[in-house]
């Protein structure tokens, strides 16, 4: 096959940020019919199908390999440019992150890279579980996951574990487990079945597993259908538990000071620990590893070691 050029991976990466070949169009100064054409002649040179023609569009899985290797030329670039003229040119890193870390120290972390170093990032909230497939669709250069296999042509490193604690307030508590003097000692499974459970959203996969351990924890088994608040937000999510309205898993780094002052109550002792690891790009940008460092250093300061 041919070689791609650098206005053929320029314009597939742009199609795919932009959902459509008519969005992409004035973003890369030509038609949409244009835009058509150099899609239709990469897919041609490399003979496989690139981009699925829906709304929007997707990358296949060659597709995938191509975007990455867009954003990488892209990066790489700009890194030459900087080191060969000494300018400041901005560097625009894409990474993805489950709504919990970037609730809670992330946003630190990315506050901590020096602001003359000019890095600017795009940030995909995606559940931690299902981060590393950014990596993998070329969407992204880094990813904070639970996965410890790295990706294809990434480097992977664990971060640290964030803590969670079942927990409910206590108005909650008095209201569906009665009788039990403020602790969740009175636990039936009549009563789990009824009480509401806030779930982050539908593929929230942890829920088994908090549903799991509240049962065995206190000698009950397992009650998956009991209602569930659907609160796809990390901050709300946590204010929906501290609210009343249903028991569910809060990361110490929000609830330390609710549980201290009795706003919210252990239903378990036993925390749950979910390690995090930093997947990224395996390339030599200056950039990254600008990121990577201030990822890792806030990382170690916050999260459990």
Not at 22 to 50: D, F, H, N, T, Y
Request: glycine share 6%; charged share 25%.
């Amino acid at each position: 096959m041919r070689r791609f050029t650098a206005e053929q991976l320029r314009t597939f990466a742009t199609v795919v940020e932009e959902k459509t070949f008519e969005e992409a169009a004035p973003v890369l100064g030509v038609s949409a019919s244009a835009v058509s054409q150099r899609i239709k002649a990469m897919e041609q040179s490399c003979g496989q199908i690139l981009l699925r023609r829906s709304n929007p569009v997707e990358p296949t899985d060659p597709g995938a390999t191509v975007l990455r290797l867009a954003k990488q030329i892209e990066l790489l670039t700009v890194e030459s440019e900087r080191e060969l003229t000494g300018g400041d040119q901005a560097r625009r890193l894409a990474i993805a992150s489950n709504s919990d870390s970037l609730a809670t120290w992330l946003l630190d972390a990315l506050a901590s890279v020096p602001r003359d170093e000019r890095i600017y990032c795009e940030v995909h909230r995606e559940d931690e579980r299902h981060s590393s497939a950014l990596l993998r669709s070329g969407s992204v250069m880094g990813a904070l996951t639970v996965d410890p296999q790295p990706v294809q042509g990434c480097s992977v490193e664990v971060l640290g574990s964030t803590r969670y604690f079942i927990a409910a307030s206590p108005d909650f508590i008095d209201h569906f487990f009665p009788g039990a003097d403020g602790l969740p000692h009175m636990l039936t499974e009549q009563r789990l079945r009824e009480a509401p459970v806030i779930q982050f959203e539908r593929k929230d996969i942890m829920l088994d597993d908090m549903v799991q351990l509240l049962a065995e924890s206190h000698g009950l088994r397992p009650q998956m259908q009991a209602p569930r608040v659907y609160i796809p937000s990390s901050t709300q999510y946590y204010r929906s538990v501290l609210l009343g309205m249903g028991w569910g898993a809060v990361p110490d780094l929000q609830a330390e000071e609710a549980l201290e002052r009795g706003e919210l109550i252990k239903l378990v002792d036993r925390p749950i620990d979910i390690p995090i690891y930093w997947q990224r790009w395996t390339i030599d940008s200056p950039a990254l590893q600008t990121l990577t460092e201030a990822i890792r250093a806030t990382a170690h300061a916050r999260l459990r070691q």
